[in-house]
């Protein structure tokens, strides 16, 4: 992993931010070489791959904390919330120029939503106080926006993709986009206390069990080639990521609740302590 990051930092990186979407097999760039199925304007740099590599930085950090990954990591924060998220907007830009200037009008409300988990966490490894307030700012900011357009009033769960210039909203609900949105709720509920981000993860998650899940089969109804990956990594990802923020807020509550009875035993005379609490 650290050999990879060195390459990619060494041929991919641009002094601007970011990471070069694609490059021949001798690290070659042209424009040619960036189109391909997940980029169809042959953008330089793209949300999907940069936010992935993002994501595999943020990981690779967390395993080895050494001065020059933290570093890359700290590079792609502030390339992501300086020049990805589109302020204006609300939104990430999906396809960008080398300068950042945005290609497309593409609202990806799975790739808000899981981004704005990754730049809170990446943040807070780094441990930098005003890096950890811009995250949050716009974990809060993005999540704000992509359930209020992106969240179906009716049956619940968050739809796939919007477009600025048109407005319109493809309503297509896919299963990533609601395991993400379960995660990046459940975030925001984590540090700003606001029962709304809870609701919202709880909407997704039931949405989820109601119409996304095979409970005869234990998979989730999908398209038969996203099975696989959907088995070895979306799915264990989602659910790993709920339980560690779950198992964080029951040892907050616990450590509340044991406070709790700390003070009052030191302010309620111990004779009648077992009153109180027998």
Same mark, same amino acid.
């Given at each position: 992993?650290?050999?990879v990051?060195s390459?990619?930092?060494?041929?991919?990186k641009y002094?601007?931010?970011?990471?070069a979407? /694609?490059?021949?097999r001798d690290?070659l760039?042209?424009?040619?070489?960036n189109f391909w199925?997940?980029?169809?304007?042959?953008?330089?740099?793209l949300?999907?791959?940069?936010?992935?590599?993002?994501e595999a930085?943020y990981?690779?950090?967390?395993?080895?904390?050494?001065?020059?990954?933290l570093q890359? +990591?700290?590079?792609?924060?502030?390339?992501?919330?300086?020049t990805?998220?589109?302020r204006?907007?609300h939104?990430?830009?999906a396809?960008m120029?080398v300068?950042g200037?945005?290609l497309?009008?593409?609202?990806?409300?799975?790739?808000?939503?899981?981004?704005?988990?990754l730049?809170t966490?990446?943040?807070e490894?780094?441990?930098?106080?005003?890096l950890?307030?811009r995250?949050r700012?716009?974990?809060v900011?993005?999540m704000?926006?992509v359930?209020?357009?992106g969240?179906d009033?009716e049956?619940?769960?968050?739809?796939?993709?919007?477009?600025s210039a /048109?407005?319109?909203?493809?309503?297509a609900?896919i299963?990533?986009?609601?395991?993400?949105g379960i995660t990046a709720s459940?975030?925001?509920?984590?540090f700003?206390?606001?029962?709304r981000?809870l609701?919202?993860?709880?909407n997704?998650?039931?949405?989820v069990e109601r119409?996304v899940?095979?409970?005869d089969?234990?998979?989730?109804? +999908?398209?038969?080639y996203t099975?696989?990956?959907?088995?070895?990594?979306?799915?264990p990802?989602? +659910?790993?990521?709920?339980q560690?923020?779950m198992?964080?807020?029951?040892?907050?509550a616990?450590?509340?609740?044991?406070?709790?009875?700390i003070?009052l035993?030191l302010?309620?005379p111990f004779?009648n302590?077992?009153?109180y609490?027998?």
């Open positions: 992993a650290r050999q990051l390459l990619l930092n060494r041929h991919m002094p601007q931010g970011g990471y979407d /694609s490059a021949a690290w760039r042209d424009d040619w070489i199925v997940k980029n169809r304007t042959g953008a330089a740099k949300l999907n791959s940069n936010m992935h590599l993002f930085i990981n690779l950090a967390q395993a080895a904390p050494e001065p020059w990954i890359s +990591l700290r590079d792609e924060l502030e390339f992501l919330l300086g990805v998220v589109d204006k907007l939104h990430l830009k396809a120029d300068s200037a945005r497309d009008h593409e609202i990806n409300y799975g790739h808000d939503a899981e981004c704005s988990y730049l966490g990446a943040a490894l780094l441990g930098d106080a005003d950890i307030r995250a700012e716009t974990a900011d993005l704000d926006h359930l209020a357009e969240m009033p049956y619940g769960g968050l739809y796939y993709i919007g477009d /048109s407005g319109e909203i493809n309503r609900k299963w990533w986009v609601q395991a993400e459940f975030n925001c509920y984590q700003t206390g606001d029962r981000y609701d919202a993860a709880v997704i998650w039931n949405y119409y899940v095979n409970h089969l234990g998979v989730h109804l +999908l398209y038969l099975v696989l990956r959907t088995q070895i990594f979306n799915v990802k989602i +659910l790993t990521e709920i560690r923020r198992l964080r807020v029951y040892e907050r616990v450590f509340t609740i044991l406070q709790i009875h003070d035993f302010v309620i004779s302590y077992n009153r609490f027998s």
